[in-house]
T-cell receptor, first 115, second 113 residues
Framework: LAKTTQPISMDSYEGQEVNITCSHN???????ITWYQQFPSQGPRFIIQ???TKVTNEVASLFIPADRKSSTLSLPRVSLSDTAVYYC????????????????FGQGTILTVHP | DVKVTQSSRYLVKRTGEKVFLECVQD?????MFWYRQDPGLGLRLIYF?????MKEKGDIPEGYSVSREKKERFSLILESASTNQTSMYLC????WGAGDTIYFGEGSWLTVV
């Protein structure tokens, strides 16, 4: 399973774009990259997922370079309500054998958005 | 939207009690999971199930058991609760397609006194 490394914390201000980078040097061919957001006392919420290049949805963009050894979550124009922990997760739920179901979450990035 | 519902948000149990945490998903997902989350330790997988009546141990199965009698329901059982099992428990589910993502419930805060 690919180990992920993210910054422990980041600070931003309302209205700014925030980019959180995750390193995953040992990513496997079948692995997908998924980002979750978690607020205190709540379960993680799916934000975005990608395999390569760029993915965009209504809340975020995910940039994945050609070598796939890192990925960047981009949050446009953050607000105070985006203050949360963001987790990068790399793996494939259906990799088969003993790996499926054992996706491991890293420590996450605490994003604090200031007024 | 995928909905994963955990039956109890907050529970307080006594040491030695048998505790049941129930989870139901409404998306016909094959896979279901139980994690616990503790400060500084992140999310740790307790058990997962890839089909009815099938289960696999995760990273920390000791002191827990699970039951999956129906596809939509996955129960976590603490046979004899101990104080070190005080934690937030998260249920999740996913499909079986390539790259299918995991969806989480809101969590159950268990305090064992």
């Amino acid at each position: 399973l690919a180990k992920t490394t993210q910054p422990i914390s980041m600070d931003s201000y309302e209205g700014q774009e925030v980019n959180i980078t995750c390193s995953h040097n040992n990513i496997a061919t079948n692995d997908y990259i998924t980002w979750y957001q978690q607020f205190p006392s709540q379960g993680p919420r799916f934000i975005i997922q990608g395999y390569k290049t760029k993915v965009t949805n209504e809340v975020a963009s995910l940039f994945i370079p050609a070598d796939r050894k890192s990925s960047t979550l981009s949050l446009p124009r953050v607000s105070l309500s985006d203050t949360a922990v963001y987790y990068c997760l790399v793996g494939d739920i259906n990799a088969g054998g003993t790996s499926y179901g054992k996706l491991t979450f890293g420590q996450g990035t605490i994003l604090t958005v200031h007024p | 939207d995928v909905k994963v519902t955990q039956s109890s948000r907050y529970l307080v149990k006594r040491t030695g009690e048998k505790v049941f945490l129930e989870c139901v998903q409404d998306m016909d997902h094959e896979n279901m999971f139980w994690y616990r989350q503790d400060p500084g330790l992140g999310l740790r997988l307790i058990y997962f199930s890839y089909d009815v009546k099938m289960k696999e141990k995760g990273d920390i199965p000791e002191g827990y058991s699970v039951s999956r009698e129906k596809k939509e329901r996955f129960s976590l059982i603490l046979e004899s609760a101990s104080t070190n099992q005080t934690s937030m428990y998260l249920c999740a589910s996913s499909g079986w397609g390539a790259g299918d993502t995991i969806y989480f419930g809101e969590g159950s805060w268990l305090t064992v006194v």
